[in-house]
Structures are given as C-alpha cells and as structure tokens.
C-alpha cells in the first residue's frame, strides 16, 4: 500500500474508532461470558481480593485462590462458594518469593489446570517516606508487588498464549501513574506494573494473539484499610473510593475487554494534564487538591498481612 492510501486508511479508522467509543458511551458493551473459567487472584485474602472473587464466583467460574494469610484466605474461599462458584481451590502462597510463585504456580496446573483469567492483585506498602522506608520493605514491595506479576505472567501466560484465550488483570493503582511524596517505593512498583502489563499487551497485540486481553486497574485509594489514614482533600474531585464498586467496576471492564479502568473518573484527566501543564502549575494544583498531604496521617492495616 502506498504512503498515501496509509494515511487515508488510517484517518478513516480514527474517525470510526472515535464515533464507536462515542457510541459506546451510551450504548452498554456486551459482556463476555466467563463461565468455567478458571480465575486465579492473588492477595485474595483481603479487600478488593476478597470482593472480586465473589464478583467471579457469582459468574461461575472456578477460583483459585492465593494468600499469605491462612484464615483470610479460608474466610475468602468460604464466601466464594457461598457466592456461586463453580469450585473453589485455595493455595497458600507469599508472593514475595519468586520460587514459592513458580512451586504453587505448578501444583495449581496440575490440580486445576490452566488459568484463564490471572488477576494480579496483591500488593503491600510501605508508606514511610523513602529515606525512613526499610531496605527490606522496598524490596518486598517491589517483590509483591511487580516481580510477582512477571513470575505469574511466566506461569500462566503460555498456555494462553497457546489457547489464543485468556485475561491478564493487572490491579495497579493511581499511584501508577502519578508520582505521590510518601510513597516513592510504592508508586516505583505500581509505575512498573502499569508499564509491565501495557507492554505485555502490546506484545500480545504485535504478535496477533488478540485472545488475550490486559485490563489495567488505576484507583485511587480504597476503604479497604490499607491505606487507613490517608486523607482526601476533595472528596468531589478525588473520593476514597467504596471497595465494593471498585470491585464491581474492575468485574464490567474485565467482561468487556476493557483496557484500562481509572477510579474515580477524575483520574483520566489528572493523569493527561500532569504531562501537558506548566511544572509549576502542576504543583500548584496538587497542593490546592491536598495531594501532598494525603499520607500525613497514614496508618494502615493494623495487623501485618497482605
Ligand atoms: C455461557 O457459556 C456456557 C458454557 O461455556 C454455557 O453453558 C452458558 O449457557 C453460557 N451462558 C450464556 C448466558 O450464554
């Protein structure tokens, strides 16, 4: 094709591609059906974990279940059945461990086989600033929460490539895509697992194997009690955000391929003018929103766990 009939091609398709999304505004896009799927979560113990295999149980999938913490992780199966699983498994895992992801990784193929929809889910902070944050608390964060992803990716990634089937869900945060004070290990993770799963995405997309989809999750914090404490300046502008809809969102956008999915909506546009406005704007503006202040009062879990 010659350059001329490229460009035109390629103007078409834009104008079509953004009159399809405009019509989807109103439109709702079809959901996929999911049933006897096989859903791994990680970090399932707990907080969104918990509620998005509820969400997949009602769908009837099959769950495997991973956590570090025993009781949370029964208590999360428990639910999951109660919700309408088709089966549930659960697997003690620390994440942390790339050895430990690859050994539960190989028992859950052979007792269940194949995983079809991988949502990565567990994450740990820190929230210190940097220069008080352990060494072994930055490693373990970058651990959980990115290296853990490509160990999961190894595992599980191949058979759906296999397939041409398949969903990668990438539970990253807001904290992805904005840099935070008082929170540098923890947005270096995130910034690296956004980056991780978009570039596998691509790569499934340069290589045709279009039955695999990337959902990548930006929220902003979550009453999930991990970041108990933080402070939101502008509740109407920057909500801390209900963990059950937060659930249910990242459930719509994977049963209908969406690729990202950032909460509240005022992230898509803080995220686009952060790298258009002046610097100092940008400051200005983070400060006026209480962006600088949120990790003042920053708690926590109270009890150490995933
Ligand atoms: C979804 O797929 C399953 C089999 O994979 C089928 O039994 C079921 O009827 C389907 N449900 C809908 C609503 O299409």
Same mark, same amino acid.
């Given at each position: 094709?010659?350059?001329?009939?490229?460009?035109?091609?390629?103007?078409?398709?834009?104008?079509?591609?953004?009159?399809?999304?405009?019509?989807?505004?109103?439109?709702?896009?079809?959901?996929?059906?999911?049933? @006897?799927?096989?859903?791994?979560?990680?970090?399932?113990?707990?907080?969104?974990?918990?509620?998005?295999?509820?969400?997949?149980?009602?769908?009837?999938t099959v769950l495997?279940?991973?956590?570090?913490?025993?009781?949370?992780?029964?208590?999360?199966?428990?639910?999951?059945?109660?919700?309408?699983?088709?089966?549930?498994?659960?697997?003690?895992?620390?994440?942390?461990?790339?050895?430990?992801?690859?050994?539960?990784?190989?028992?859950?193929?052979?007792?269940?086989?194949?995983?079809?929809?991988?949502?990565?889910?567990?994450?740990?902070?820190?929230?210190?600033?940097?220069?008080?944050?352990?060494?072994?608390?930055?490693?373990? !964060?970058?651990?959980?929460?990115?290296?853990?992803?490509?160990? !999961?990716?190894?595992?599980?990634?191949?058979?759906?490539?296999?397939?041409?089937?398949?969903?990668?869900?990438?539970?990253?945060?807001?904290?992805?895509?904005? @840099?935070?004070?008082?929170?540098?290990?923890? *947005?270096?993770?995130?910034?690296?697992?956004?980056?991780?799963?978009?570039?596998?995405?691509?790569?499934?997309?340069?290589? @045709?194997?279009?039955?695999?989809?990337?959902?990548?999750? *930006?929220?902003?914090?979550?009453?999930?009690?991990?970041?108990?404490? *933080?402070?939101?300046?502008?509740?109407?502008?920057?909500?801390?955000?209900?963990?059950?809809?937060?659930?249910?969102?990242?459930?719509?956008?994977?049963? !209908?391929?969406?690729?990202?999915?950032?909460?509240?909506?005022?992230?898509?546009?803080?995220?686009?003018?952060?790298?258009?406005?002046?610097?100092?704007?940008?400051?200005?503006?983070?400060?006026?929103?209480?962006?600088?202040?949120?990790m003042d009062d920053?708690?926590?879990?109270?009890?150490?766990?995933?």
């Amino acid at each position: 094709m010659n350059f001329f009939l490229e460009t035109v091609r390629a103007m078409l398709l834009s104008l079509w591609f953004n009159l399809e999304s405009l019509v989807f505004l109103v439109v709702p896009r079809k959901r996929k059906n999911i049933s @006897g799927e096989v859903v791994l979560i990680t970090g399932a113990g707990s907080g969104i974990g918990r509620l998005m295999a509820q969400q997949f149980a009602a769908l009837d999938t099959v769950l495997v279940l991973w956590d570090i913490n025993q009781e949370g992780l029964k208590e999360s199966a428990r639910l999951a059945g109660a919700a309408g699983a088709k089966r549930v498994h659960h697997f003690l895992c620390d994440c942390s461990d790339r050895n430990e992801v690859y050994r539960v990784a190989d028992q859950v193929k052979r007792e269940v086989g194949d995983v079809s929809i991988l949502v990565n889910n567990a994450g740990i902070v820190t929230g210190k600033k940097f220069i008080d944050a352990p060494d072994s608390l930055i490693e373990k !964060t970058m651990e959980v929460n990115i290296m853990a992803h490509f160990w !999961t990716y190894k595992a599980f990634l191949p058979a759906m490539i296999a397939n041409n089937h398949g969903h990668l869900v990438s539970i990253a945060s807001s904290a992805g895509l904005i @840099g935070v004070n008082g929170l540098a290990d923890y *947005c270096a993770s995130k910034f690296a697992a956004v980056g991780f799963a978009e570039s596998v995405g691509l790569e499934l997309v340069a290589t @045709g194997k279009n039955g695999v989809k990337t959902t990548i999750v *930006c929220p902003y914090f979550i009453n999930t009690g991990m970041f108990d404490g *933080c402070q939101t300046k502008c509740p109407s502008i920057l909500p801390i955000l209900n963990a059950e809809y937060v659930a249910k969102k990242i459930l719509h956008a994977v049963l !209908t391929d969406q690729v990202y999915l950032m909460l509240p909506k005022s992230i898509y546009l803080i995220a686009a003018l952060k790298n258009i406005l002046p610097m100092k704007q940008g400051i200005l503006l983070g400060q006026y929103l209480g962006a600088f202040n949120v990790m003042d009062d920053f708690r926590g879990r109270s009890k150490k766990q995933e």
